[in-house]
C-alpha cells in the first residue's frame, strides 16, 4: 500500500492527514499559531511559525499511524491564499507575513487600479485589486517599510514557504498565483504588463507548475527534523479552495461547494475562464490543469460564530470541556431554540471587512433590529442565519453567471453542524451533502500529491477514486419561504449602512 500526506496550511493552524491511496486517513495531526493584529483591521503571522507546525504534523502522523516511512511516496500542500512573504538573498524572511485577512492596503489598491486601470485589470487577472490581494500588500511594504524592501529578493506565498523548506526550491503554481492580482489568469502566467507597470521585479517572482506537476522532493534536513524519506516527491499543490474543491470531487462541471471555515466561500468548477465583471467573485485557475473556478469569499464566517462563541460562551466552552466535547455542539441546539429569523433580528458577519459581494474593507459586523427582548439565543441564530445569508448572496451572483450548480456539498467546520448544513440547504434551495471523508483540503493536497507520484491518472480520476459522498440534506420547501423575506432585507441593509461605514472609517 502507497501512502500520500496532505499539510493543510491555514488562518488558525496547520492539519497535516496521512492517508492511503484509496483515501482512507490514518492519521491526523493539529497544531494551532497566534493570529497577529497590531492594528485594528491588520493581520500577520511568522513563517516560522507554519513551518514549524509543519514539522510537528508530520512526525505526529508518521509516529501515530506506524507507516514505513517508505511507503510514503508523496506530499503535497493546501495553503490560506493570499498572504505576503518576502525573502532576502539568503532566503530569510524579511518580515512576518500580512495575510488574506488583512485590511490595510486600500490605497495602495486604489493604486494598482489606477495604473493598471479597473477593466484592464480584470482582463487579465480575473479579478480587482483587493485588500486581500498580494499585490497591495506588495506595494504596502514598498512604499511604508522601505528599508525592508531594499532586502527583497524572492516574494512567495504562504504554502510555498513551507514547500520550500521541504525541498530547498522555489516555486509557486497556478491555483494560490491566481490569488495576487499579478497573474495572467486565462493564459497561466506571470503578467509582464502589471509586473513592469507596478515596478515589481519579475525576477523576485517564483516559476509556475500545475497544482498536480512534481516540485522537488524532500532534503536530507528537512527529512531528519519531519521523519520523512529523503526524496519523497512533493507536489506543487493548491490554494486552500482548489484543494478543497479536488477533496470534494468538484473537479468537472456542474460540481459546487460550499466552505464555512474561518472565511466562507462559494466554490464552482468551470472549464473555461468566467469573469464577472463588477468583479464581485473571483476567477481563478483550479488545481485541475487547465480548467478554471468561479468562487467568492466572505472574510468571517466560521469567525465570526468564533468570535461570538469566544466572547459570549465562556459557560459552554468550561462545560465542553469537561464533558469532552466541541463547544459547538451546545450551541446549535440553543441557536435551534431560536425561531427562524432570530425573533426579527439579522446580523451581518463583516467583522474584517468584507470581499465578496460588496468588496468593502470598510464594512464591519452589525446585529440589525436589536431590542431588549433577545435573548444570547438570538443573537447566536442571527449569527449563523447571517453568514448562510452571505453565503447564498454570493450563490445568487454565480446563478447570475449561469454557474448553476444542482448540489452543494459541504465542507469546512460549519459542515459539521446539521444544523448549519440543514439552514443552508433551505436558504440556498438545494440539497446539501456532506462526504464521508471531511478532510477536504487535506485530502485534496494529498490527491494532487497521488497524481505527482504516479498513483492516480489524472485528478479527476483520483476524485472519482476516493472520493465518496453521504446521503444530502433536503432543502424544507417551508423554511425556505421563511427565511426569504429575512434574506431579502439582508441584501438591502449595506447599501443603506454605506456610508456609515465609509464616515466610521475616517473617525
Known amino acids: 500500500m502507497k501512502y500520500l500526506l496532505g499539510i493543510d496550511l491555514g488562518t488558525s493552524g496547520t492539519k497535516t492527514v496521512l492517508f492511503d491511496e484509496n483515501g482512507v486517513a490514518k492519521a491526523s495531526a493539529t497544531v494551532e499559531y497566534p493570529l497577529l493584529q497590531p492594528k485594528n483591521g491588520w493581520a500577520e503571522q511568522h513563517p516560522q511559525d507554519w513551518w514549524n507546525a509543519a514539522v510537528s504534523t ?40 500580512i495575510l488574506w485577512c488583512d485590511g490595510r492596503t486600500q490605497e495602495e489598491c486604489d493604486e494598482i487600479t489606477a495604473t493598471i486601470g479597473k477593466e484592464r485589470l480584470i482582463q487579465i487577472s480575473a479579478n480587482p485589486a483587493l485588500t486581500g490581494f498580494t499585490a497591495g500588500k506588495i506595494l504596502w511594504v514598498r512604499k511604508h517599510e522601505p528599508e525592508i524592501w531594499a532586502k527583497v529578493r524572492h516574494i512567495m506565498l504562504p504554502k510555498d514557504y513551507v514547500r ?14 491566481s490569488g ?12 509582464e504588463e502589471i509586473l513592469t507597470k507596478l515596478d515589481i521585479n519579475p525576477e523576485f517572482m517564483p516559476p509556475l507548475l500545475e497544482s498536480a506537476d512534481k516540485a522537488g522532493t524532500v532534503t536530507e534536513e528537512a527529512a531528519a527534523l ?43 468548477h468551470s472549464d473555461n475562464v468566467q469573469i464577472d465583471p463588477q468583479g464581485r467573485v473571483h476567477s481563478f485557475c483550479a488545481a485541475v490543469p487547465g480548467a478554471y473556478t468561479v468562487m467568492s469569499c466572505s472574510l468571517a464566517a466560521g469567525l465570526s460564530l468564533k468570535w461570538f462563541r469566544d466572547t459570549f460562551c465562556a459557560a459552554e466552552i468550561e462545560a465542553a470541556r469537561e464533558m469532552g466535547v466541541d463547544p459547538y455542539n451546545l450551541m446549535n441546539p440553543q441557536a435551534a431554540q431560536s425561531p427562524i429569523g432570530a425573533n426579527r433580528l439579522i446580523y451581518l458577519p463583516y467583522l474584517m471587512g468584507e470581499r465578496s459581494p460588496i468588496l468593502d474593507s470598510n464594512s464591519r459586523g452589525a446585529f440589525i433590529g436589536l431590542s431588549a427582548m433577545h435573548t444570547r439565543r438570538d443573537l447566536l441564530r442571527a449569527v449563523m442565519e ?122
Open 58 to 97: 508530520i512526525k505526529s502522523v508518521l509516529a501515530d499511524s506506524g507507516v514505513d516511512k517508505q511507503d510514503v511516496v508523496s506530499l503535497g500542500i493546501s495553503g490560506q491564499m493570499h498572504g505576503l512573504v518576502i525573502l532576502d538573498e539568503n532566503y530569510q524572511v524579511l518580515r512576518p507575513s
Open 180 to 191: 495576487t492580482n499579478l497573474l495572467d489568469v486565462p493564459n497561466r502566467c506571470w503578467s
Open 386 to 507: 447571517g453568514v448562510i445569508y452571505s453565503q447564498r448572496q454570493n450563490l445568487d451572483v454565480l446563478r447570475g453567471m449561469n454557474v448553476v450548480p444542482e448540489t452543494m456539498l459541504a465542507c469546512g467546520g460549519g459542515a459539521k453542524s446539521p444544523f448549519w448544513r440543514q439552514m443552508m440547504a433551505d436558504v440556498f434551495g438545494m440539497p446539501v451533502q456532506t462526504l464521508t471523508n471531511a478532510e477536504g483540503p487535506a485530502l485534496g493536497a494529498a490527491i494532487l500529491a497521488g497524481v505527482a507520484a504516479g498513483v492516480y491518472e489524472s485528478v479527476p480520476a483520483a476524485c472519482e477514486k476516493v472520493v465518496v459522498g453521504n446521503e444530502p440534506q433536503q432543502p424544507d420547501a417551508e423554511a425556505g419561504k421563511a427565511y426569504e423575506p429575512f434574506y431579502e432585507l439582508y441584501c438591502q441593509l449595506y447599501p443603506a449602512l454605506k456610508e456609515s461605514y465609509a464616515a466610521l472609517a475616517k473617525m
Open 226 to 268: 519531519t521523519g520523512l524519506n529523503v526524496g519523497t516527491i512533493c507536489a506543487a499543490g493548491a490554494a486552500d479552495n482548489m484543494a478543497a474543491a479536488v477533496g470534494t470531487g468538484v473537479a468537472k462541471a456542474g460540481k459546487a461547494f460550499t466552505t464555512i471555515g474561518t472565511s466562507g466561500v462559494v466554490f464552482a
Open 164 to 177: 520550500y523548506m521541504l525541498t530547498g526550491e522555489l516555486y509557486s503554481e497556478m491555483s494560490d498565483a
